[in-house]
């Protein structure tokens, strides 16, 4: 009968070896999936981290602090000192890049009344927005003094950033 040529990488396979290009391309493809999930996983790992001790560093006191990323959420509990400190916290998690929603599952020690919260427009102040919640614009301190340490400057504030508005009693 003699010798017969056929192609080596094509047809079944029988021992378990050789790969088609196809498959080889499919299986670095799954391999380089797999491994940017796990480097994607890693990063929203690390940002969790670094919002965890800005939380710190800014001095809000939480016990057993814990921030995970899923997506474009973060999802933070904890125990807060109060109200305040809750609000704050998820105002730092929530105005930063690439967080579009945070799902607060923390507990308040100390109780207290819940703010209102105001997202800044174009051309918003503090004084528009004291104006706006307490119809007095002279009172825009009690709204800079409700957002430190996040807010340094009263004159420093962004469209899309989201501001705690105190109640008055």
Do not use: C, W
Not at 88 to 98: C, D, H, P, S, W
């Amino acid at each position: 009968m003699g010798l017969f040529s056929f192609i080596k990488n094509a047809g079944a396979k029988v021992f378990g070896v050789g790969k088609t290009d196809t498959e080889e391309k499919a299986q670095a493809q799954v391999a380089a999936n797999k491994k940017a999930a796990a480097d994607e996983l890693k990063a929203k790992e690390a940002g969790a981290r670094k919002l965890e001790e800005t939380i710190k560093d800014l001095k809000l006191e939480v016990e057993d602090l814990k921030i995970k990323i899923d997506d474009d959420m973060a999802i933070v509990t904890g125990q807060a000192h109060d109200q305040s400190t809750k609000e704050k916290v998820v105002l730092v998690i929530g105005n930063t890049n690439g967080i579009a929603s945070v799902d607060d599952q923390m507990s308040v020690e100390h109780a207290e009344p819940e703010a209102q919260f105001h997202t800044v427009i174009k051309g918003d102040t503090l004084g528009k927005i004291a104006k706006k919640y307490y119809g007095n614009a002279m009172k825009y301190p009690l709204i800079f003094d409700a957002n430190k340490p996040m807010l340094t400057d009263p004159d420093k504030i962004y469209p899309g950033q989201v501001l705690r508005i105190p109640s008055l009693a």
